[in-house]
């Protein structure tokens, strides 16, 4: 069982940065593949990106690629997601997710995920 928990979520102009962290429990997070995903208002849940377990290698989709960057710090249970250019298309809730593994950006459902967190980007 993991619990993960997202933060860092705001307001914030087009063109700045974010970073997000999302917090998981449990010893076993450096075996599973960390995920992103955002879901905006009338529009289903997308995969942002994917950072697998082992390797580190991360994959991205093409709407954030070149902007957005996967991080994990095993020692601290914590994956993050680095926004820079936000864009107001940009604008959703970003849940992070746990699973057990990734080849490529992972489509929803995922085995584990958070509450989720609100990014507004205004224009």
């Known amino acids: 069982q993991v619990q993960l928990v997202e933060s860092g979520g705001g307001l914030v102009q087009a063109g700045g940065s974010l970073r997000l962290s999302c917090a998981a429990s449990?010893?076993?997070?450096?075996?599973?593949?960390m995920s992103w995903f955002r879901q905006a208002p009338g529009k289903e849940r997308e995969g942002v990106g994917c950072?697998?377990?082992?390797?580190?290698?991360?994959y991205y989709a093409d709407s954030v690629k070149g902007r957005f960057t996967i991080s994990r710090d095993n020692a601290k249970n914590t994956v993050y997601l680095q926004m820079n250019s936000l864009k107001p298309e940009d604008t959703a809730v970003y849940y992070c997710?746990?699973?057990?593994?990734?080849?490529?950006?992972?489509?929803?459902?995922?085995?584990?995920w958070g509450q989720g967190t609100q990014v507004t980007v205004s224009s």
């Open positions: 997710a746990a699973d057990g593994g990734c080849a490529g950006v992972r489509a929803w459902p995922s085995e584990y």
């Open positions: 950072i697998s377990s082992s390797s580190g290698n991360t």
């Open positions: 449990g010893r076993t997070f450096a075996m599973y593949a």
